[in-house]
């Protein structure tokens, strides 16, 4: 029977049996038209066609070819008039029959869903073995548990496949004892078995099994610290050496540098391993046994990569004498740490008196390693120098030579701005407007970009005027396709079902540390999609700092698409966000920008220092918020408590600091007396000074990422402002 034709009827049968029903979309992403990922055809499902997926590595889609990155629209309503006449080849039957099976199984009506599944793993082979599944969940909504039992026992006897997770899931909330057993056996790395290991954890605390798997393969659980806290203390002699890795890295990415470094001396004897059993030590002002690991590094391992890098951090605990040595094996037997070894030995004579010495290990750095990192942070220091004793001449002269020569390096954007900055004080109009604009095409998504977009009288909110600009906004309507994953993936995400989406490449690509950029990115990509909003942003975030050759050439292609933008800065909260913004006579995109530095979007986060939910509000200004604003219950965790008290209090330090967003966000970091104590020494005749001058590097860096973050949200998310600047880059570029 046509699509069509069974929709026809299904829904004459819904409306006479459930007349306030109607076809809708209930989870996943929301988009808006079926032609459009009709017209995509064949191309979001490549190499694989069958049922099965391999479980070693999931499927890199290429990105030479730029149109390999596919963005997607998918319907509201699969079952409107208009999408069933648009319909008709297998492939779009197919999703469409998948679709509405699994909208009439969330509803609990099994019939019609097997109605539409019948013979759908055979239509639709994509998705065959999740056919298979949604058909034994039908079955059971049926009453046909014995069914769904054989055709789940069935799928479970294949070779291991992603879904077969999914598969020892249902077959135990049938009653099968023993199939999550078997599923924490053989996926203990997938979403289903974690869920699982935390259930049974409640009701078994001391499980050494079920700490164990939770310390392994969901480290970044906040439950998570105090479980390998335990395992650590209590269960130190059954531990092998690959569970000490699991359990050191965890407290590695926590930034627990003492325990890491206790622990990694009983991981596999890697050079990783001991750096940071060493570096963890030493972190943790264990100085002799800090030495005695390094040194067990550089016996151990004394050509390995990271063995250059400790030698530098080596040098650190050391006398000048004894450091120097160590500097000197760095710039002769590693090379990619010579440039940072002559720079810090250089400092090391400055220190000792011997500054004859060292001005020559700083122009050897420039002369034999002119692109380096370490060459653009010496430029850049020269250039304050110069320009804190009056001579803009040369400190243009380093500027330049930055931007020119270290384009790559973070520091790139900021020596432009400030080229035409300088430009601009020497009278030079035409030169400071070049270098605003070189910026602004350049290095679009930096703080310095925003900067140079004021200084060209852009609409785009200036320090004193941002608070009360109330931009645009317009979240996209397509979705950039994950570029890595198997097809299953593929279509689940092209469907709308992200958590299945999710949960397949998670069991297929487990703990694996060798992720490609793309496959990397496409982690970041679902887990953002799931509400995992903080590893999914690090996840993406740090593709910048791979930096093999051909992994810079994915990044750059990645970074070409909108789709990574808005991947990098997504948009959650949004109601709550543009609610109490505008009750606050706030800008939302300036709130936004700062809940992304202060919690990345994490309701529940808490800092060390007690600062609580998506705006890290410490308890006791909470407390001073709820009664000015006369709010008797509410709770830091909850989203819509947290952004109404965090807004308040964004809004009194501005009006304490008549609109100037600088001094307000600066507050909102450091605390108003800091700021009150800086505004005093340094003034603020020019607030790109103050900024430079703000003392913590914590709360400078602060200032320029909430603000670089409300830039990027306003070129992505204001058409005007997007139009504008994509004008601009390609008559610059």
């Known amino acids: 029977m046509a699509l069509r034709e069974i929709v026809k009827q299904q829904s004459q049968r819904q409306r006479q049996h459930h007349p306030a029903n109607r076809w809708c979309i209930g989870t996943g992403i929301v988009l808006a038209t079926l032609l459009s990922i009709l017209a995509c055809g064949e191309r979001g499902t490549r190499q694989e066609t069958g049922s099965s997926v391999k479980p070693a590595r999931e499927t890199v889609l290429p990105l030479e070819p730029e149109q390999s990155l596919i963005s997607v629209v998918l319907p509201q309503d699969l079952a409107s008039p208009d999408n069933l006449a648009a319909a008709g080849d297998r492939l779009s039957d197919g999703r469409i ?6 909208e009439a199984i969330a509803r609990g009506d099994g019939d019609t869903a097997l109605v539409y599944l019948d013979q759908l793993a055979t239509d639709y082979p994509e998705l065959a073995d999740y056919a298979r599944l949604q058909r034994a969940i039908a079955l059971n909504l049926t009453g046909d548990r014995a069914r769904a039992r054989a055709l789940l026992v069935a799928m479970v006897r294949a070779p291991d496949t992603p879904v077969l997770a999914e598969a020892f899931y249902q077959l135990g909330r049938l009653g099968d004892e023993t199939a999550h057993d078997k599923l924490l056996a053989r996926f203990p790395h997938s979403p289903r078995a974690i869920a699982i290991a935390r259930e049974r954890l409640s009701a078994e605390p001391n499980s050494f099994q079920l700490q164990l798997l939770l310390a392994t393969y969901d480290p970044a659980a906040a439950d998570v ?34 325990q890491a470094g206790n622990a990694y001396p009983n991981a596999p004897t890697t050079p990783r391993n001991l750096y940071r059993a060493a570096r963890g030590k030493h972190i943790a002002g264990q100085t002799t046994a800090a030495i005695a690991a390094y040194q067990r590094l550089f016996a151990e391992f004394p050509t390995a990569e990271i063995t250059g890098f400790g030698r530098r951090r080596y040098a650190l605990l050391l006398p000048v004498g004894e450091a120097i040595a160590q500097l000197d094996l760095a710039i002769a037997e590693f090379p990619k740490e010579a440039p940072a070894a002559l720079r810090q030995k250089a400092d090391l004579l400055d220190n000792a008196g011997d500054t004859a010495r060292a001005d020559v290990l700083r122009d050897r750095l420039l002369s034999d390693y002119p692109e380096s990192d370490a060459a653009a942070e010496l430029r850049w220091e020269r250039a304050q120098q110069h320009w804190q004793s ?3 001449a040369n400190a243009q002269l380093q500027a330049q030579a930055i931007f020119d020569i270290n384009f790559d390096n973070s520091i790139a954007p900021k020596a432009g701005y400030w080229f035409g900055k300088w430009s601009a004080q020497r009278g030079d109009r035409d030169r400071a407007r070049w270098a605003f604009e070189t910026v602004l095409a350049r290095y679009p998504e930096s703080y310095y970009a925003w900067r140079s977009a004021v200084q060209l009288g852009w609409d785009v909110g200036t320090f004193e005027t941002l608070r009360a600009r109330i931009p645009e906004i317009v979240k996209p309507d397509e979705h950039l396709l994950p570029p890595a994953g198997s097809i299953e993936v593929q279509e ?16 297929a690509t487990g703990d694996r540390a060798d992720l490609s950029v793309s496959e990397q990115f496409t982690d970041g990509m679902l887990d953002l999609a799931v509400g995992n909003y903080l590893r999914g942003i690090q996840q993406v975030g740090d593709l910048r700092d791979r930096d093999e050759p051909g992994d810079r050439d994915q990044w750059q292609l990645l970074r070409a698409h909108p789709g990574y933008w808005h991947v990098l800065f997504p948009f959650p909260y949004e109601i709550p966000v543009r609610t109490w913004s505008k009750t606050r006579q706030l800008n939302p995109l300036l709130v936004l920008g700062l809940i992304r530095q202060e ?9 060390s220092a007690g600062a609580q939910g998506l705006m890290q509000i410490i308890p006791s200004t909470g407390k001073w918020v709820a009664d000015k604003i006369d709010l008797k219950t509410y709770s830091l965790s909850d989203p819509e408590d947290n952004i109404r008290l965090g807004t308040w209090y964004l809004r009194y ?12 966000v600066a507050s909102y970091n450091a605390g108003p007396g800091n700021v009150a104590k800086w505004v005093r020494r340094y003034g603020y005749n020019d607030p790109d000074v103050f900024v430079e001058n703000i003392p913590f590097s914590e709360t400078k860096g602060y200032v320029e990422s909430v603000l670089g973050n409300y830039w990027n949200y306003l070129r992505l998310y204001d058409p005007t402002v997007a139009q504008k600047l994509a004008r601009h880059r390609n008559s610059e570029l």
């Open 97 to 102: 029959r998948y679709r509405l099976a699994v």
């Open 225 to 258: 610290a105090a479980i390998r806290d335990r395992l650590a203390r209590d269960f130190a002699e059954r531990l092998m050496p690959a569970d000490w890795e699991a359990i050191a890295d965890g407290y590695w990415a926590r930034w627990q540098y003492g």
């Open 390 to 392: 009056g001579d803009l």
């Open 492 to 507: 689940l995400y092209r469907l709308g079902f992200v958590e299945d989406a999710w949960r397949h490449w998670k069991t």
């Open 599 to 607: 919690s990345a979007f994490e309701a529940d986060i808490a800092s």
């Open 653 to 664: 330090t501005h009006r304490e600091y008549d609109d100037r967003s600088v001094l307000a």
